[in-house]
Protein backbone atom coordinates (compact mmCIF):
# COMPACT_ATOMS: atom_id res chain seq x y z
CA UNK A 1 0.00 0.00 0.00
CA UNK A 2 2.77 2.29 0.48
CA UNK A 3 3.99 2.02 -3.54
CA UNK A 4 4.30 5.61 -4.97
CA UNK A 5 3.53 4.14 -8.48
CA UNK A 6 0.31 2.32 -7.29
CA UNK A 7 -0.69 5.56 -5.55
CA UNK A 8 -0.17 7.20 -8.65
CA UNK A 9 -2.16 5.08 -10.64
CA UNK A 10 -4.47 4.95 -8.19
CA UNK A 11 -4.86 8.83 -8.65
CA UNK A 12 -5.04 8.71 -12.16
CA UNK A 13 -7.53 5.83 -12.10
CA UNK A 14 -9.91 8.54 -10.01
CA UNK A 15 -9.93 11.39 -12.25
CA UNK A 16 -10.06 9.27 -15.20
CA UNK A 17 -13.20 7.22 -13.95
CA UNK A 18 -14.68 9.81 -12.85
CA UNK A 19 -14.59 11.90 -16.42
CA UNK A 20 -15.87 8.12 -18.07
CA UNK A 21 -18.96 8.07 -15.40
CA UNK A 22 -19.87 11.98 -16.24
CA UNK A 23 -18.78 12.16 -19.50
CA UNK A 24 -19.36 9.22 -21.06
CA UNK A 25 -23.28 9.50 -22.54
CA UNK A 26 -24.03 6.03 -21.98
CA UNK A 27 -24.26 6.59 -18.16
CA UNK A 28 -26.42 9.61 -18.58
CA UNK A 29 -28.89 7.49 -21.00
CA UNK A 30 -29.39 4.81 -18.55
CA UNK A 31 -29.60 6.79 -15.83
CA UNK A 32 -32.16 8.92 -17.51
CA UNK A 33 -34.48 6.02 -18.54
CA UNK A 34 -35.09 4.06 -15.28
CA UNK A 35 -36.66 5.51 -12.66
CA UNK A 36 -35.56 7.17 -9.40
CA UNK A 37 -35.81 4.53 -7.35
CA UNK A 38 -34.07 2.24 -9.50
CA UNK A 39 -31.36 4.31 -10.56
CA UNK A 40 -30.41 4.83 -7.34
CA UNK A 41 -30.10 1.03 -6.07
CA UNK A 42 -29.04 -0.09 -9.60
CA UNK A 43 -25.59 2.48 -10.04
CA UNK A 44 -24.54 1.81 -6.33
CA UNK A 45 -25.37 -1.70 -6.86
CA UNK A 46 -23.73 -2.01 -10.22
CA UNK A 47 -20.44 0.08 -8.97
CA UNK A 48 -20.12 -2.53 -6.43
CA UNK A 49 -19.87 -5.53 -8.63
CA UNK A 50 -17.90 -3.64 -10.97
CA UNK A 51 -15.34 -3.29 -8.46
CA UNK A 52 -14.92 -7.52 -8.92
CA UNK A 53 -13.05 -6.20 -12.29
CA UNK A 54 -10.09 -4.49 -10.70
CA UNK A 55 -10.34 -6.27 -7.12
CA UNK A 56 -11.01 -10.20 -8.03
CA UNK A 57 -10.08 -10.61 -11.64
CA UNK A 58 -7.60 -8.41 -11.92
CA UNK A 59 -5.48 -8.78 -9.23
CA UNK A 60 -5.65 -12.59 -9.32
CA UNK A 61 -4.60 -12.81 -13.04
CA UNK A 62 -1.99 -10.18 -12.24
CA UNK A 63 -0.13 -11.89 -9.49
CA UNK A 64 -1.14 -15.02 -11.12
CA UNK A 65 1.09 -13.88 -14.06
CA UNK A 66 4.15 -12.79 -11.58
CA UNK A 67 4.09 -15.60 -9.51
CA UNK A 68 4.48 -18.02 -12.43
CA UNK A 69 7.11 -16.36 -13.92
CA UNK A 70 5.63 -15.55 -17.34
CA UNK A 71 7.47 -14.62 -19.75
CA UNK A 72 5.36 -11.26 -20.54
CA UNK A 73 7.10 -8.34 -21.71
CA UNK A 74 6.08 -4.23 -20.48
CA UNK A 75 4.52 -3.70 -23.84
CA UNK A 76 2.70 -7.04 -23.76
CA UNK A 77 1.33 -6.20 -20.16
CA UNK A 78 0.61 -2.90 -21.34
CA UNK A 79 -1.49 -4.20 -24.12
CA UNK A 80 -3.57 -6.15 -22.03
CA UNK A 81 -2.38 -9.43 -22.89
CA UNK A 82 -1.71 -10.50 -18.90
CA UNK A 83 -4.99 -12.13 -18.32
CA UNK A 84 -5.02 -14.93 -21.62
CA UNK A 85 -1.43 -15.23 -20.83
CA UNK A 86 -2.18 -16.20 -17.01
CA UNK A 87 -5.62 -18.52 -18.50
CA UNK A 88 -4.06 -20.67 -21.11
CA UNK A 89 -1.15 -21.46 -18.63
CA UNK A 90 -3.83 -22.63 -15.79
CA UNK A 91 -6.55 -24.26 -18.13
CA UNK A 92 -4.90 -24.43 -21.69
CA UNK A 93 -7.01 -23.44 -24.69
CA UNK A 94 -10.31 -23.80 -22.46
CA UNK A 95 -8.60 -20.63 -20.75
CA UNK A 96 -8.43 -18.95 -24.15
CA UNK A 97 -11.87 -19.73 -24.89
CA UNK A 98 -13.20 -18.09 -21.86
CA UNK A 99 -11.03 -15.27 -21.90
CA UNK A 100 -12.12 -14.46 -25.48
CA UNK A 101 -16.08 -14.91 -24.62
CA UNK A 102 -15.38 -12.27 -21.66
CA UNK A 103 -13.60 -10.27 -23.80
CA UNK A 104 -16.15 -10.28 -26.48
CA UNK A 105 -19.12 -9.39 -24.35
CA UNK A 106 -17.62 -6.53 -22.53
CA UNK A 107 -16.40 -4.89 -26.10
CA UNK A 108 -19.91 -5.45 -27.65
CA UNK A 109 -21.71 -4.68 -24.77
CA UNK A 110 -19.30 -1.08 -24.70
CA UNK A 111 -19.56 -0.61 -28.00
CA UNK A 112 -23.46 -1.03 -28.33
CA UNK A 113 -23.76 1.48 -25.49
CA UNK A 114 -21.13 4.18 -26.76
CA UNK A 115 -23.02 3.95 -30.42
CA UNK A 116 -26.04 4.25 -29.29
CA UNK A 117 -24.90 7.43 -27.16
CA UNK A 118 -23.44 9.14 -30.07
CA UNK A 119 -26.22 8.55 -32.27
CA UNK A 120 -28.55 9.95 -29.68
CA UNK A 121 -26.22 13.01 -29.23
CA UNK A 122 -25.93 13.70 -32.90
CA UNK A 123 -29.83 12.91 -33.69
CA UNK A 124 -31.37 14.96 -30.93
CA UNK A 125 -28.41 17.52 -29.82
CA UNK A 126 -27.57 18.25 -33.21
CA UNK A 127 -29.86 17.10 -35.80
CA UNK A 128 -33.16 18.21 -34.14
CA UNK A 129 -31.83 21.18 -32.51
CA UNK A 130 -30.22 22.75 -35.24
CA UNK A 131 -30.94 21.24 -38.85
CA UNK A 132 -34.67 20.12 -38.44
CA UNK A 133 -36.54 21.02 -35.36
CA UNK A 134 -39.72 19.57 -36.35
CA UNK A 135 -37.86 16.25 -37.05
CA UNK A 136 -40.06 13.20 -36.83
CA UNK A 137 -39.42 9.97 -35.04
CA UNK A 138 -38.78 8.26 -38.37
CA UNK A 139 -36.32 10.99 -39.23
CA UNK A 140 -34.49 10.52 -36.10
CA UNK A 141 -34.60 7.34 -35.90
CA UNK A 142 -33.02 7.41 -40.14
CA UNK A 143 -30.07 9.74 -38.85
CA UNK A 144 -29.54 7.49 -35.53
CA UNK A 145 -28.73 4.67 -37.69
CA UNK A 146 -26.38 6.33 -39.97
CA UNK A 147 -24.47 7.45 -37.32
CA UNK A 148 -24.16 4.07 -35.88
CA UNK A 149 -22.77 2.93 -39.30
CA UNK A 150 -20.58 5.65 -39.39
CA UNK A 151 -18.85 6.49 -35.69
CA UNK A 152 -18.80 2.23 -35.71
CA UNK A 153 -16.39 2.53 -38.87
CA UNK A 154 -14.67 5.28 -37.08
CA UNK A 155 -14.12 3.50 -34.07
CA UNK A 156 -12.35 0.54 -35.91
CA UNK A 157 -10.00 2.88 -38.35
CA UNK A 158 -9.33 5.22 -34.88
CA UNK A 159 -8.33 1.82 -33.17
CA UNK A 160 -6.02 0.79 -35.91
CA UNK A 161 -4.38 4.18 -35.88
CA UNK A 162 -3.59 3.77 -32.35
CA UNK A 163 -2.13 0.95 -32.58
CA UNK A 164 -0.06 1.13 -35.58
CA UNK A 165 1.74 4.47 -34.16
CA UNK A 166 2.43 2.56 -30.61
CA UNK A 167 -0.51 3.62 -28.28
CA UNK A 168 -1.01 0.56 -26.22
CA UNK A 169 -4.33 0.09 -23.98
CA UNK A 170 -2.56 1.35 -20.56
CA UNK A 171 -1.34 3.65 -22.41
CA UNK A 172 -4.32 5.27 -23.57
CA UNK A 173 -6.10 4.40 -20.00
CA UNK A 174 -3.76 6.64 -18.52
CA UNK A 175 -4.42 9.56 -21.07
CA UNK A 176 -8.23 9.38 -20.38
CA UNK A 177 -8.09 11.42 -17.42
CA UNK A 178 -6.37 14.21 -19.07
CA UNK A 179 -8.56 14.70 -22.19
CA UNK A 180 -11.92 14.46 -20.33
CA UNK A 181 -11.58 15.38 -16.05
CA UNK A 182 -11.28 18.37 -17.25
CA UNK A 183 -15.64 18.33 -17.78
CA UNK A 184 -16.04 16.14 -13.70
CA UNK A 185 -16.55 19.55 -12.02
CA UNK A 186 -18.61 21.73 -14.44
CA UNK A 187 -21.22 19.15 -14.93
CA UNK A 188 -20.88 18.15 -11.22
CA UNK A 189 -21.52 22.08 -10.10
CA UNK A 190 -24.63 22.14 -13.51
CA UNK A 191 -26.20 19.41 -12.10
CA UNK A 192 -26.06 19.92 -8.22
CA UNK A 193 -25.86 24.06 -7.82
CA UNK A 194 -27.77 26.24 -9.31
CA UNK A 195 -25.57 29.21 -9.16
CA UNK A 196 -23.28 27.46 -11.58
CA UNK A 197 -22.84 29.24 -14.90
CA UNK A 198 -23.35 27.62 -18.48
CA UNK A 199 -21.07 29.34 -20.02
CA UNK A 200 -18.46 29.49 -17.42
CA UNK A 201 -18.71 25.46 -17.63
CA UNK A 202 -17.97 25.51 -21.33
CA UNK A 203 -15.36 27.77 -20.59
CA UNK A 204 -13.97 25.96 -17.53
CA UNK A 205 -14.12 22.47 -19.30
CA UNK A 206 -12.29 23.86 -22.76
CA UNK A 207 -9.48 25.84 -20.80
CA UNK A 208 -8.94 22.57 -17.91
CA UNK A 209 -7.97 20.77 -21.44
CA UNK A 210 -5.83 23.15 -22.95
CA UNK A 211 -4.06 24.02 -19.43
CA UNK A 212 -4.07 19.53 -18.75
CA UNK A 213 -2.50 19.13 -21.58
CA UNK A 214 -0.14 21.86 -21.64
CA UNK A 215 1.00 20.76 -18.00
CA UNK A 216 1.44 17.26 -19.16
CA UNK A 217 3.57 17.68 -22.37
CA UNK A 218 5.77 20.60 -19.57
CA UNK A 219 6.17 17.52 -17.24
CA UNK A 220 7.49 15.15 -19.98
CA UNK A 221 9.69 17.64 -20.55
CA UNK A 222 10.83 18.46 -17.28
CA UNK A 223 11.15 14.61 -16.75
CA UNK A 224 12.84 13.09 -19.57
CA UNK A 225 14.16 16.15 -21.39
CA UNK A 226 11.91 15.05 -24.63
CA UNK A 227 8.81 14.50 -26.13
CA UNK A 228 7.83 11.50 -26.88
CA UNK A 229 5.11 7.66 -26.48
CA UNK A 230 6.96 6.81 -23.63
CA UNK A 231 7.82 10.10 -22.27
CA UNK A 232 4.64 10.95 -21.96
CA UNK A 233 3.59 7.92 -20.86
CA UNK A 234 5.24 7.38 -17.25
CA UNK A 235 3.03 7.51 -14.14
CA UNK A 236 4.31 11.06 -13.18
CA UNK A 237 3.81 13.07 -15.97
CA UNK A 238 0.03 11.45 -16.76
CA UNK A 239 -0.76 12.28 -13.04
CA UNK A 240 -0.13 15.83 -13.69
CA UNK A 241 -1.98 16.01 -16.55
CA UNK A 242 -4.50 13.88 -14.81
CA UNK A 243 -4.70 16.64 -11.71
CA UNK A 244 -4.70 19.94 -13.61
CA UNK A 245 -7.31 18.58 -15.66
CA UNK A 246 -10.09 17.60 -12.94
CA UNK A 247 -8.95 20.40 -10.42
CA UNK A 248 -7.96 23.57 -12.58
CA UNK A 249 -11.28 22.94 -14.25
CA UNK A 250 -13.01 23.15 -10.96
CA UNK A 251 -10.93 26.12 -9.93
CA UNK A 252 -11.97 28.21 -13.37
CA UNK A 253 -16.27 27.35 -13.06
CA UNK A 254 -15.95 28.11 -9.25
CA UNK A 255 -14.32 31.71 -9.82
CA UNK A 256 -16.42 32.69 -13.00
CA UNK A 257 -19.98 31.54 -11.51
CA UNK A 258 -19.68 33.31 -8.06
CA UNK A 259 -17.40 36.72 -8.89
CA UNK A 260 -18.65 37.04 -12.92
CA UNK A 261 -21.51 35.69 -13.90
CA UNK A 262 -23.67 33.60 -10.81
CA UNK A 263 -26.66 32.36 -11.73
CA UNK A 264 -29.87 31.44 -10.19
CA UNK A 265 -31.16 28.80 -11.86
CA UNK A 266 -34.52 26.97 -10.96
CA UNK A 267 -34.29 23.42 -11.24
CA UNK A 268 -37.84 23.19 -11.75
CA UNK A 269 -37.91 24.29 -14.75
CA UNK A 270 -35.78 21.42 -16.33
CA UNK A 271 -38.75 19.41 -17.17
CA UNK A 272 -40.34 22.56 -19.39
CA UNK A 273 -37.56 22.67 -21.43
CA UNK A 274 -37.31 18.86 -22.48
CA UNK A 275 -39.03 18.61 -26.27
CA UNK A 276 -40.62 15.73 -27.03
CA UNK A 277 -40.70 13.49 -30.22
CA UNK A 278 -43.85 13.51 -31.69
CA UNK A 279 -45.83 14.25 -28.30
CA UNK A 280 -44.51 10.70 -26.66
CA UNK A 281 -46.07 11.23 -23.71
CA UNK A 282 -44.68 7.92 -22.03
CA UNK A 283 -42.05 8.09 -19.39
CA UNK A 284 -42.08 8.61 -15.18
CA UNK A 285 -45.41 8.44 -13.37
CA UNK A 286 -46.43 11.56 -11.58
CA UNK A 287 -46.11 9.65 -8.14
CA UNK A 288 -42.70 9.09 -8.89
CA UNK A 289 -42.14 12.30 -10.51
CA UNK A 290 -42.88 13.46 -6.72
CA UNK A 291 -40.55 16.11 -5.21
CA UNK A 292 -40.67 13.79 -2.11
CA UNK A 293 -39.90 10.69 -4.10
CA UNK A 294 -36.82 12.35 -5.73
CA UNK A 295 -35.57 13.59 -2.71
CA UNK A 296 -36.14 10.07 -1.08
CA UNK A 297 -33.86 8.42 -3.78
CA UNK A 298 -31.45 11.14 -3.85
CA UNK A 299 -30.65 10.83 0.22
CA UNK A 300 -30.79 7.25 -0.25
CA UNK A 301 -27.59 7.12 -2.86
CA UNK A 302 -26.23 10.58 -1.31
CA UNK A 303 -25.61 8.57 1.81
CA UNK A 304 -24.23 5.17 0.51
CA UNK A 305 -22.16 6.91 -2.35
CA UNK A 306 -20.22 8.59 0.41
CA UNK A 307 -19.69 5.87 2.78
CA UNK A 308 -18.63 3.51 0.24
CA UNK A 309 -16.34 5.68 -1.80
CA UNK A 310 -14.82 6.87 2.09
CA UNK A 311 -14.19 2.89 2.29
CA UNK A 312 -12.99 1.99 -0.31
CA UNK A 313 -10.80 5.11 -1.50
CA UNK A 314 -8.92 5.95 2.45
CA UNK A 315 -10.64 3.53 4.75
CA UNK A 316 -9.60 0.32 3.71
CA UNK A 317 -6.08 1.41 1.90
CA UNK A 318 -5.52 3.12 5.26
CA UNK A 319 -6.09 0.10 7.42
CA UNK A 320 -4.08 -1.78 4.87
CA UNK A 321 -1.16 0.00 5.58
CA UNK A 322 0.31 -1.03 8.96
CA UNK A 323 0.72 -4.55 7.40
CA UNK A 324 3.24 -3.50 4.89
CA UNK A 325 4.85 -6.46 3.01
CA UNK A 326 1.68 -8.79 3.69
CA UNK A 327 2.11 -12.06 5.44
CA UNK A 328 1.31 -15.29 4.35
CA UNK A 329 -1.91 -15.36 6.63
CA UNK A 330 -2.55 -11.77 5.84
CA UNK A 331 -2.39 -12.08 1.99
CA UNK A 332 -4.67 -15.54 2.35
CA UNK A 333 -7.02 -13.09 4.30
CA UNK A 334 -6.98 -10.62 1.14
CA UNK A 335 -7.37 -13.76 -1.35
CA UNK A 336 -10.43 -14.70 0.84
CA UNK A 337 -12.18 -11.42 0.59
CA UNK A 338 -11.33 -10.90 -3.13
CA UNK A 339 -12.92 -14.61 -3.67
CA UNK A 340 -15.90 -13.48 -2.08
CA UNK A 341 -16.27 -10.64 -4.00
CA UNK A 342 -15.69 -12.06 -7.18
CA UNK A 343 -18.39 -14.69 -6.64
CA UNK A 344 -20.94 -12.46 -4.75
CA UNK A 345 -20.69 -10.54 -7.82
CA UNK A 346 -21.16 -13.02 -10.28
CA UNK A 347 -24.17 -14.39 -8.32
CA UNK A 348 -25.91 -10.97 -8.31
CA UNK A 349 -25.64 -9.98 -12.04
CA UNK A 350 -26.53 -13.55 -13.12
CA UNK A 351 -29.59 -14.43 -10.68
CA UNK A 352 -30.81 -10.53 -10.06
CA UNK A 353 -32.19 -9.99 -13.87
CA UNK A 354 -33.43 -13.43 -13.93
CA UNK A 355 -35.42 -12.74 -10.94
CA UNK A 356 -36.55 -9.67 -12.07
CA UNK A 357 -38.09 -10.38 -15.37
CA UNK A 358 -39.11 -13.81 -14.24
CA UNK A 359 -42.49 -12.74 -15.18
CA UNK A 360 -41.21 -11.97 -18.69
CA UNK A 361 -39.41 -15.34 -19.00
CA UNK A 362 -42.70 -17.12 -17.75
CA UNK A 363 -44.65 -15.30 -20.21
CA UNK A 364 -42.62 -15.96 -23.63
CA UNK A 365 -41.99 -19.71 -22.20
CA UNK A 366 -45.89 -20.47 -21.77
CA UNK A 367 -46.62 -18.23 -25.10
CA UNK A 368 -43.91 -20.84 -26.99
CA UNK A 369 -45.37 -23.92 -25.42
CA UNK A 370 -49.29 -22.48 -25.32
CA UNK A 371 -48.02 -21.91 -29.67
CA UNK A 372 -46.91 -25.66 -29.90
CA UNK A 373 -49.98 -26.81 -28.52
CA UNK A 374 -52.70 -24.66 -30.26
CA UNK A 375 -53.80 -22.90 -27.24
CA UNK A 376 -54.65 -19.83 -26.27
CA UNK A 377 -51.45 -17.88 -24.38
CA UNK A 378 -51.86 -17.29 -21.15
CA UNK A 379 -51.35 -13.53 -19.42
CA UNK A 380 -48.54 -13.65 -16.01
CA UNK A 381 -50.33 -12.21 -13.30
CA UNK A 382 -48.93 -9.09 -13.49
CA UNK A 383 -49.20 -7.92 -16.60
CA UNK A 384 -53.21 -8.77 -15.80
CA UNK A 385 -52.81 -6.52 -12.79
CA UNK A 386 -51.11 -3.64 -15.06
CA UNK A 387 -53.90 -3.83 -17.45
CA UNK A 388 -56.78 -3.91 -14.86
CA UNK A 389 -55.16 -1.23 -13.38
CA UNK A 390 -54.84 1.06 -17.09
CA UNK A 391 -58.42 0.05 -17.45
CA UNK A 392 -59.66 1.49 -13.93
CA UNK A 393 -57.02 4.51 -14.53
CA UNK A 394 -59.12 5.18 -18.04
CA UNK A 395 -61.32 8.46 -18.44
CA UNK A 396 -64.05 9.12 -20.81
CA UNK A 397 -62.33 11.57 -22.73
CA UNK A 398 -59.10 8.87 -23.11
CA UNK A 399 -61.80 6.22 -24.21
CA UNK A 400 -63.07 8.53 -26.74
CA UNK A 401 -59.87 9.33 -27.99
CA UNK A 402 -59.05 5.26 -28.40
CA UNK A 403 -62.63 5.12 -30.13
CA UNK A 404 -61.73 7.91 -32.30
CA UNK A 405 -58.48 6.29 -33.24
Given amino acids: ?39 AKGYLLGGICWFSI ?27 LVPPAVAVELLGNTGAALILIMLFMAIVS ?12 VAYDIYREYINPEATGEQILFVSRVVI ?8 VFSIILYEIGLNLGWVY ?47 TIQSGEISIDALGTNEVMLSGNLIAILSSGFIHYVYSVFIDPQDYDFATLDASIKLVEDDRRGLTEA ?30 LLSVPAGVFSKSYFAFWVLI ?64 EEEE
Avoid at 149 to 156: I, L, Q, T
Wanted: charged share 15%; glycine share 10%; proline share 4%.
Fill in 1 to 39: MLSSDGLMFGLINIVGNFGTVFVDQSYWQSAIAARPESA
Fill in 54 to 80: PFSLATSLGLASTALMLPISSSEAGSG
Fill in 110 to 121: TGSAESIAVSSL
Fill in 149 to 156: VVFGAFMG
Fill in 174 to 220: LFMGVVIGSAVFPLWNMMTWKKASGTGAVIAAWSGLALAVTGWLVAA
Fill in 288 to 317: EKDPRVLEKAERWIVRRGYVLTLVLIVIWP
Fill in 338 to 401: AMCWGFGAAIIITVLPLSESSDDINMVLSGAVNAMLGKEPVRPAAAMAAAGKADDDATPEKEMV
